[in-house]
């Protein structure tokens, strides 16, 4: 089974000189480099916070009714999908999604990479396996994992480093159980796209790409447009906030998108916001509308 994204075209590079500069390419500059179709843009629901209280059939049936075709759950919510689940458990919910109109698109974890103890690294690297285990028994595309800050008396270089190395780790698993790795831009410090970028610079695998987070960081430095292209080319999910709220670059942000060739880019953007209204599903409707009108 494969675990890397499908990718519309792929070509050769033709000539004795480009062979040899191919060779000299990480894969994923190489597949980068090579044409694709945009894809299509798909509106789904990450479980943090809206959905936090809801189990499955409720999650299910409140995506239908607004028109969000996918979700991603996050752990230790309700819903109760976790890494302790049995076998007879996981069928339980890979058939209810089966069964329904939503797709699990992904499962959010809090796995991360940046501690300066190696075994707690070493722990996160053998819980990110579980979840990729169980991403694979329900049916789910991919893992959510995060960096989320930079240890004191650390140099930045070497935590980023470590991260992007123990990304390699967990995404050559993830490619053997067809489960994409997904790090979300996150984390005082290294949210910065920057560091994102240098992170991913290390973590070459091609199953391993960005959650975009639209943090107000991005806005920040040389601003969205620079910010974004420093990572574009290993998009592969975007959580999106409120869009009813003018607080985000929302239009430009899904001009972006809607052009977004990546390799590994699913074209999912995935509604998480941390400020709940009293009426979800009011908001989770109002929010389809604003979305599509962004689609357009």
């Known amino acids: 089974m494969t675990a890397l994204p499908v990718v519309s075209r792929r070509r050769l590079l033709l000539g004795s000189g480009a062979a040899a500069a191919v060779g000299l390419l990480p894969r994923w500059r190489l597949l980068a480099a090579q044409p694709a179709e ?13 959905g936090k209280n809801w189990d499955i059939p409720t999650i299910i049936k ?3 009714e607004t028109g969000f075709t996918g979700v991603e759950l996050r752990s230790t919510h309700r819903h109760g999908v976790e890494i302790s689940l049995n076998d007879s458990q996981r069928q339980v919910v890979r058939q209810r999604f089966a069964d329904s109109g939503v797709e699990l698109m992904g499962l959010g974890s809090a796995c991360e990479y940046h501690a300066a103890d190696a075994a707690v690294v070493q722990k996160n690297i053998d819980e990110t396996k579980q979840f990729i285990d ?3 028994a329900v049916g789910a595309s991919g893992v959510k994992v995060r960096p989320n800050g930079l240890p004191a008396d650390v140099p ?6 470590q991260i992007g190395k123990a990304l390699n780790t967990v995404a050559k698993y993830g490619a053997d159980h067809g489960v994409q790795i997904r790090l979300e831009v ?13 992170i991913m610079e290390v973590a070459d695998h091609p ?27 290993r998009m592969g999910t975007v959580h999106i906030h409120d869009l009813t709220k003018d607080n985000y670059p929302w239009d430009e ?3 972006q998108l809607k052009s977004c060739t990546a390799p590994g880019f699913t074209g999912w953007t995935l509604l998480e916001d941390g400020s709940v209204p009293k009426d979800i599903v009011g908001a989770m409707h109002a929010n389809r509308k604003a979305w599509e009108g962004l689609v357009g």
């Not at 930045?156 to 480093?161: A, I």
């Open 134 to 136: 169980l991403c694979h």
């Open 253 to 255: 942000l899904f001009e």
């Open 62 to 64: 409140n995506c239908s």
């Open 186 to 198: 996150h984390g005082r410090g290294t949210s910065e796209p920057a560091h994102i970028r240098t």
């Open 38 to 50: 945009p894809a299509k843009l798909k509106l789904g629901l990450v479980t943090y916070n809206w």
């Open 207 to 233: 199953n391993n790409v960005v959650c975009w987070n639209c943090n107000p960081g991005d806005l920040k430095g040389p601003g969205f447009a620079e910010n974004y292209q420093m990572v574009q080319h």
């Open 156 to 161: 930045v270089e070497k935590t980023l480093e």
